[in-house]
């Protein structure tokens, strides 16, 4: 082998960060199959790589024999003196293969398994960006737009994710080179590679967006609890504040309402919702419905997790919401099915 391919390994391992030592074994495995094809694939092939001296070698093993009956395996005595001059029947010769024997071989199969070491290093690179990356929210740049599906090739980094049309929020649209925030929800180690699962529909981007913008979510002084959230309509938000002097809403809202509308912008105008977490089920329930007011929450079964909600009449709709939509985020929200009355009794026709 010359020089160049040692000095291709060297590079490789340096700049793929690939184990030198991984390639040439492999090498040497490849090239022991290849060979041995010309010998029925009997198991008579051997190699030996040395980088140090950018040698390698390539060895036939016959076994001395009176009379030969398999010339794939078997030397004569007289054939055998050649290599060794005290050759007797039993020993086992060890030929040296010619580059012409194997040389078109070796340096096809290094090449196979050098480009191979190189998509394995590059797999293991974006494998490791991704899920460095697992459960967080990260810029990507809009690459391709699928006129037909609607799905979005987005650049993360080094590597390519597909944005589904059903991750993406109704209604949004993308432009070629823009910029846009998404989550990655999972990372899999699929046949074809390694494939980041993205949405921006997901609560966690929400969530993300919020230990962003708010530097008490940062540093921990204000938690988030739950998030429910449908996107591009309308999301809610629990939090509460570990210290007595914050105020959890009012640190997530910020000056003039400056941070939440922040998020806002990057959602497209999406509604958001901030209410006070209570492991008070009642307290809870009642903050979940903003913005409406509520009277009363009676549990009714606290092992199903369901109760009883009593609002102003003039209440009413606004706390069930748009086809629903109000109730069915506390709902999510709390963990609670909430069965919502006026406080009259009557529903209005």
Known sequence: MNKEFFEAVKALEKEKGVPAEYLYEKIKAAIVVAVKKDYNGKDVISCEINPEKNEMFVYLHKTVVDTVEDADCEISVEDAAQYKADAAVGDEICISLGTKDFGRIAAQTAKHVIRQGIRDAERGQIMMEFQSKQQELVTAKVERIDPVTGNVTLEIGKADAILPKAEQVPGEEFTEGELIKVFIVD?????????????????????????????????????????????????????????????????????????????????????????????????????????????????????????????????????????GQNARLAARLTGWKIDIKPESGFYEG
């Open 187 to 323: 990372v899999r180690d699929t046949e074809k590679g390694p494939k980041a699962m993205i949405s921006r529909t997901h609560p966690g981007l929400v969530k993300r967006l919020f230990e962003t913008e708010v530097p008490e979510i940062y540093d921990g002084t204000v938690t988030i609890d739950a998030v429910s959230r449908e996107a591009g309509a309308r999301t809610k938000i629990a939090v509460h504040s570990k210290e007595e002097e914050v105020d959890a809403v009012g640190a997530c809202i910020g000056p003039r309402g400056a941070r939440v509308n922040k998020i806002v912008d990057v959602l497209g105008g999406e509604k958001i919702d901030i209410v006070v977490y209570s492991d008070k089920p009642e307290e809870f329930i009642a903050a979940a419905l903003a913005p409406a007011n509520v009277l009363k929450v009676e549990i009714v079964d606290e092992q199903a997790k369901s109760c009883q909600v009593t609002v102003p009449d003039n209440q009413l709709s606004l706390a069930i919401g748009n086809k």
